[in-house]
């Protein structure tokens, strides 16, 4: 390995967009184009059992039926879904270990810095006994290339792998609850997914354990004109435990490329899941130009009495992002908790925001949403709550702030509520505030320069959702929201 | 040696022509007060001295520390020395006192080339002037000036003008709004930041302060340009007999 991982750091969070670069490799895709043949073709490279691929072709048939839904505060070309391809992989066999690792690509997680030896640490982490272990799945395009750590969590019965190879070891549990979150006909993206989905990561962490590291799955778009459509399954049985994290780049493309994943959590009673984002796909030129179109379902079902889902996202990066992490609160006294910061600037749109589902009885939620826009970006905040009839004195908390950099962009928020009991609690707080001249002056006028005043302001105006995240990836955070506001002053 | 010098100074704020001739130096050692009625440019000068956007120097000229301003940013005059001490200190929400400071303080620092800031040297020193300010470390806490009382908010800026040392401080109207005692904190804190190597000017529209700190000149400035210069004893002509009949006006 080359000496290069301590500066990694720095390439990651360096001027402009760091992660845009591509990686040299022989690759392997399925042509454009999408209908039964390139979904059997997919399912038979990944040796599929046969419910599985029966599964994904239900999905495609209620796909066709599906119009895209046009609802959201975006506005874009539309897709061509013909001329995407939906499968794109390094050539050859799974690698067995990391030495059979292409050592291109082993460069590129350098680079990233995301560790892929169990020895070394996330980058811009320092070494410490008291950081707590990071486990990774690197996904790259369609595939995993490699997960960390999987047998030092198999001792505590944690269930750490590609998705695929879930499919291929545990069948039982894949198919126990794959859709039982977010059925294939949710939504016209999902459905999609359902039918051509690649890799994406699977856990499982069995009763009463407490996951002894952070998971972190990192998502690597490399190839052109693919989609890319990962699919995470995260189950936590009774009185378990775990934090997940994801990350996620893609090189500096002039077209745009579709990302569309589905994330399914489910927790069992007593337990307890953490699922932390930082979102920073290719966003695009200061023109517009290229970048990721994030459509993404990802919902969390609190099955058992007292269970706990929390998501934190950090979004930086996509062109679009559609995206609404929610939580469904089946079980008796569960909390959900959702925690957000959506920067756009340039031509970034987002439109992005949590459901809330109360079914249970004293069920809580926290929805907390800071929309941060700069440049000519559009930055919308869509959020529903639901009490529905059983689901005696459920509370629910929504703070969504904006704020405003610059003239030109603009900042929305949707809120819905729907209750069905009287004696539901149900608050709203919502502020837009503005950075302006007065406090950039007062800032340089003390020798502060205007873009680390705002990325001050900013990270302040963030800091109750920042400090959700786990340590490893508030750091790198903070430094992404002064990243992705470059030139939004002056 | 000079450490603000302006020549026939004219400027204008947004296409209004606001300033209209100024001549004054400022040497090391020395405070100046400036006094004149409101709206007469005392605010537009300081905005001007800081190079803020939208004030536009139409005639004459500025130098500062001895060198042309022209071309400079703001926060490159912030860091040849200048100082600010605003006369409405603006919010930041979310931005505690203390990271301010110490962004600030590490901007000066590495601007010379030094490292950043030991943060246990920085709360020490900021825990000091906090003291010396009678400002409890609660506030250092609290978000930059959000909540502050007035003399709060204005005790915060000589907090922030003896945590930077700068050459030169342009204290605009420091002194409004506070009480006796605050006043004689705010006059102690200048009076401590005071030396041979920098220098002060003082806005004022009130004699009393300068019962509290000594200065050397007085300028009366009215529609834009000073009218009348001397020592402390014109404050005292000002405090009796008002404006009348110093200027055109
Ligand atoms: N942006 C602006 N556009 C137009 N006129 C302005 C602008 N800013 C200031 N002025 C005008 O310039 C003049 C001088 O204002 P300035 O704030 O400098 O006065 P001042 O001497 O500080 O007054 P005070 O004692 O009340 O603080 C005033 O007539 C004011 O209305
Ligand atoms: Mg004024």
């Not at chain 1, 994330?263 to 930082?278: G, N, P, Q």
């Not at chain 2, 945590?163 to 204290?171: E, I, S, T, V, W």
Request: proline content about 4%.
């Amino acid at each position: 390995m080359s000496e290069q991982s301590p500066s990694a750091a720095h390439d990651f969070i360096g001027k402009e967009y760091a992660a845009g670069f591509v990686t040299d490799v022989e690759q392997e895709t399925i042509p454009p184009g999408l209908d039964e043949a390139v979904i059997t073709e997919i399912s038979r490279r990944k040796n599929e059992p046969d419910w599985l691929l029966e599964w994904r072709l239900q999905a495609y048939q209620r796909w066709l039926d599906m119009p895209e839904p046009t609802w959201a505060k975006v506005d874009y070309e539309p897709i061509d879904y013909q001329a995407i391809s939906y499968f794109a992989a390094p050539t050859g066999d799974k690698p067995k270990s990391l030495d059979e690792v292409d050592p291109e690509l082993l460069r590129t997680y350098e680079k990233l810095g995301i560790p892929l030896h169990e020895q070394e640490v996330l980058a811009g982490v320092e070494r410490d006994p008291n950081t707590p272990r990071v486990a990774v799945d690197a996904i790259f395009d369609s595939v995993s290339l490699t997960t960390t750590f999987k047998e030092e969590l198999q001792e505590h019965g944690v269930i750490y792998c590609s998705f695929g190879e879930a499919v291929e070891n545990h069948p039982e549990l894949v198919q126990k609850y794959l859709g039982t979150v977010v059925p294939p006909s949710d939504n016209f993206y999902a459905a999609l997914n359902s039918a051509v989905f690649s890799d994406g990561s699977f856990v499982y962490v069995p009763k009463g354990v407490r996951c002894p590291m952070e998971l972190l799955s990192y998502f690597r778009i490399n190839a052109q004109n693919t989609g890319q459509f990962e699919r995470t399954l995260i189950i936590a049985d009774e009185g378990s435990y775990a934090s997940y994290l994801e990350g996620c780049t893609a090189p500096m493309r002039d077209e745009n490329q579709l990302h569309a994943a589905v994330v399914e959590l489910v927790a069992l009673e007593d337990a307890s899941i953490k699922y932390s984002t930082v979102q920073n796909w290719y966003p695009g030129d200061e023109e517009g130009k290229g970048g990721i179109y994030n459509f993404v379902t990802k919902r969390g079902l609190c099955r058992g009495a007292r269970s706990h889902i929390s998501w934190t996202q950090v979004e930086t990066g996509s062109a679009i992002t559609w995206k609404y992490p929610s939580v469904i609160l089946r079980g008796d006294n569960s909390v959900g908790e959702f925690y957000s910061v959506a920067i756009t600037n340039n031509h970034q749109q987002a439109d992005t925001g949590s459901k809330m589902t109360h079914i249970g009885r004293n069920t809580s939620s926290t929805i907390i949403s800071k929309g941060i826009s700069a440049g000519n970006s559009s930055n919308a905040y869509r959020g529903r709550v639901r009490m529905n009839p059983g689901a005696k004195q459920a509370r629910n908390f929504t703070q969504c702030d904006s704020l405003l950099i610059g003239s030109k962009c603009a900042a929305h928020t949707f809120p819905t509520i729907e209750s069905q009991r009287s004696d539901a609690i149900v608050e709203h707080e919502a502020t837009t505030s503005k950075v302006s001249e007065d406090q950039l002056f007062l800032c340089r006028q003390r020798g502060i320069d205007a873009e680390k005043a705002v990325a001050m302001i900013v990270n302040g105006f963030c800091k109750e959702v920042l400090r959700e995240l786990p340590m490893e990836f508030a750091v790198e955070a903070s430094k992404l929201l002064e990243v992705s506001l470059e030139g939004a002053v002056g | 040696m000079k450490l603000l010098e302006l020549r026939g100074l004219a400027a204008s704020v947004d296409e209004k022509q606001i300033l209209n001739g100024i001549d004054l130096t400022v040497n090391a050692g020395e405070v100046h007060a400036i006094m004149g009625p409101n709206g007469s440019g005392k605010s537009t000068l300081s905005n001007i001295l800081g190079g803020r956007d939208g004030y536009t120097v139409t005639e004459g000229e500025i130098e500062l520390m001895g060198a042309p301003v022209n071309g400079m940013s703001v926060e490159e005059r912030a860091l040849t020395g200048l100082f600010l001490g605003f006369q409405h200190p603006i919010e930041i929400p979310g931005v505690t006192n203390m990271e301010f400071l110490k962004v600030a303080i590490d901007s000066h620092r590495i601007s010379l080339g030094e490292e950043e800031m030991n943060t246990r040297d920085f709360m020490v020193q900021v825990r000091d002037i906090s003291k010396r300010l009678e400002l409890s470390t609660e506030f250092l806490k609290r978000f930059v000036n959000v909540g502050f009382s007035g003399g709060e908010k204005k005790r915060n800026e000589i907090l922030q003008l003896m945590l930077l040392q700068p050459r030169l401080a342009f204290l605009d109207e420091t002194d409004s709004g506070l009480d006796v005692d605050a006043l004689q904190v705010v006059a102690r804190g200048i009076n401590e930041f005071r030396s041979d190597e920098n220098g002060v000017v003082l806005v004022t529209h009130y004699q009393r302060l300068l019962n509290y700190v000594n200065v050397d000149f007085v300028h009366i400035m009215i529609n834009g340009t000073i009218v009348k210069s001397g020592d402390a004893q014109l404050a005292h002509e000002v405090e009796t007999h008002g404006y009348t009949g110093l200027g055109e006006a």
